[in-house]
């Protein structure tokens, strides 16, 4: 679970850049399998509240398709997370304005 605040910048007609900060809640469980130990199971749980930061790249097609590009970093205590991620986002509108 987590939570994003940032800006959207409208650098030109189609094209937006969203810096974006954050605070993300998480929960790893680890337990461990037979085939690497064949004696007692063991479990772990580890869990905690770490920043990150998000920079999202936008180009609006029209007003119902547009292309996204981000990359996400944080440091949480088992080491680094880095994700890069393209999408495609798709507007639909109801009713009438």
């Known amino acids: 679970m987590g939570a994003l605040l940032g800006y ?3 650098i030109a007609e189609h094209f937006r850049i969203v810096p974006m900060v954050g605070v993300s809640r998480w929960e790893l469980d680890r337990e461990e399998g037979e085939f690497n130990n064949p004696g007692p199971e063991e479990s772990r749980e580890i869990n905690g509240t770490n920043a990150y930061w998000k920079l999202n790249v936008e180009v609006p097609i029209n007003d119902f398709i547009q292309l996204n ?3 996400t970093r944080g440091q949480l205590k088992f080491g ?3 994700a890069l991620r393209f999408g495609v986002k798709f507007a639909f509108q109801t ?3």
């Open 8 to 10: 959207s910048f409208d």
């Open 69 to 71: 590009l981000s990359y």
């Open 80 to 82: 680094s997370v880095e």
């Open 95 to 97: 009713g009438s304005q």
